[in-house]
């Protein structure tokens, strides 16, 4: 199965493959079948499938199916959110009404997220980091008003040394939608195979497990 890597989505690890890809694994297994990940960028990896090289990739976007490419159903949702420190007391009803503060996001948001962040990236008080895993820290440390990160990145760093670290200091903004990612498969009938099995998962709280594994409980 082929991937890239994006903790904690994908990882490239001996057992800890990140939340998209234990899915994907934790299904095959139930199903089976004994799954190896290798990691390429995604593009290549979707021309790999189509040709018969390797089997399944995963995560795909908005994808559909195609010769030789089956597109599986959702196995996990992508949430694009806007954070701020709870305790600033901001409460933006869109997008536009974060121009004008401070803002921290992931190095080539512009390209995820559309025109508005190209006209935001040209604030001054605005900044790209290489480093995600520095963002929840800076948005911690009340260094800018607001963070623009997925969901689940955020918090997966945010909590990598301690699984219990307090994350109602933290308001999220939900003003983008979310993206569902899925698996793709050469085969159409092992992908209906793991649409079944998926459903089945999913109604056993296997996804909800997985997330716990990487996250921690995220109520607050």
């Keep these: 199965m082929l991937s890239s890597e994006g903790p904690p989505h994908t990882i490239k690890h001996e057992e800890n493959n990140g939340i998209d890809l234990d899915v994907v694994k934790a ?42 490419f089956f597109v599986s159903l959702p196995i996990v949702q992508y949430a694009p959110t806007v954070f701020s420190l709870k305790s600033n007391n901001l409460n933006p009803a869109n997008l536009a009404e974060i121009k004008g503060h401070s803002v921290i996001t992931f190095q080539g948001a512009p390209g995820y997220f559309g025109p508005f962040f190209d006209e935001l990236s040209q604030q ?5 980091s290489p ?46 939608p979310a993206v569902t990612a899925s698996a793709a ?11 079944r099995e998926l459903a089945v998962f999913l109604l056993e709280g296997g996804y909800q497990r997985i997330v716990e594994k990487y996250l921690g409980k995220l109520e607050k």
């Design 131 to 176: 480093k995600m895993k520095v963002i929840p820290e800076l948005i911690r440390k009340g260094r800018y008003d607001y963070a623009v990160l997925d969901k689940f990145i955020f918090y997966y760093f945010y909590r990598l040394k301690n699984k219990e670290r307090d994350v109602s200091i933290f308001t999220e903004h939900l003003l983008m």
């Design 124 to 128: 001054k008080n605005y900044f790209e």
């Design 185 to 195: 498969f050469s085969d159409k009938d092992l992908r209906d195979e793991f649409n």
């Design 27 to 68: 299904v095959l297994s139930r199903l089976g079948y004994n799954v190896k990940f290798h990691f390429v960028p995604l593009g290549r990896a979707e021309s790999l499938i189509k040709s018969g090289d390797f089997k399944a990739m995963a995560p795909i976007f908005m994808a559909q199916d195609d010769d030789n």
